[in-house]
């Protein structure tokens, strides 16, 4: 019975736990910024990875910037042109959208 409670007591406290994937993806793109910073990375990569971050939040003007960022640092990351390309279309500048696709 008092093995029975404590798995019950756990079950609970692991299901408090589970936190909301707004708050995971958050605090990834914080991790990953403050990453950066600290390493002073200047990399497509880290630029990329930190844009989808901000894309899963839907928060398009900061993924801009850093993917922008990442082609200023390889103009041949293929990755980068698209995703930005996609965030465009979403827009509704479609110009801009052509362009990354050109």
């Known amino acids: 019975m008092k093995l029975l409670r404590s798995l019950n007591i756990l079950l609970l406290i692991s299901a408090l736990i589970v936190l909301p994937e707004t708050v995971v993806a958050e605090a990834k793109s914080y ?18 990875q930190r844009a989808l971050m ?5 928060n398009y003007e900061s993924a801009l910037k850093d993917y922008s960022r990442a082609i200023e640092i390889n103009p041949n990351m293929a990755e980068a ?9 979403r827009k ?3 110009n801009l959208a052509l362009a990354d696709y050109s």
């Open 31 to 48: 991790f990953i910024t403050a990453q950066a910073q600290e390493n002073e990375l200047d990399s497509e990569a880290a630029y990329t």
């Open 54 to 58: 901000h894309e899963q939040q839907e």
């Open 81 to 89: 042109y698209n995703n930005r390309g996609l965030i465009f279309m």
């Open 92 to 94: 509704g500048d479609y």
